[in-house]
């Protein structure tokens, strides 16, 4: 299974900016949409961010629209999510997920994604 690994989380203040990865282990995923997923304790899992395979797709979750950009470089295998303007209940667990259209990555069930990623944690202090 094509691995997709999690980094850049950590613990900000309102108003900083995190840049989070997502670096996947196969090319193949070059052909594939990635998104990002998160967290917060005691809430369910929601969609953050999508981008196609190429970038020339983008989707975002409305409570982030604005303050994150999603961006990828196929030649590094990364993915980026550019998070801007921080609020405390952005505080989660962002996780990286693939599958084969954006469109599954934005309305698809987290478990029967193509992949996932262990997830890095962001917390925005007050």
């Known amino acids: 299974q094509v691995q997709l690994v999690e980094s850049g989380g950590g613990l900000v203040q309102t108003g900083d900016s995190l840049r989070l990865s997502c670096v996947y282990s196969?090319?193949?995923?070059?052909?594939?949409?990635v998104g990002w997923y998160r967290q917060a304790p005691g809430k369910e899992r929601e969609f953050v961010s999508a981008i196609s395979w190429s970038g020339g797709g983008t989707s975002y979750a409305a409570s982030v629209k604005g303050r994150f950009t999603i961006s990828r470089d196929n030649a590094k295998m990364t993915v980026y999510l550019q998070m801007n303007s921080l609020k405390p209940e952005d505080t989660a667990v962002y996780y990286c997920v693939a599958d084969s259209l954006i469109s599954a990555v934005v309305g698809g069930s987290f478990s029967e994604f193509v992949s996932w990623g262990q997830g890095t944690q962001v917390t925005v202090s007050a």
């Open positions: 196969s090319p193949t995923f070059n052909n594939y949409a």
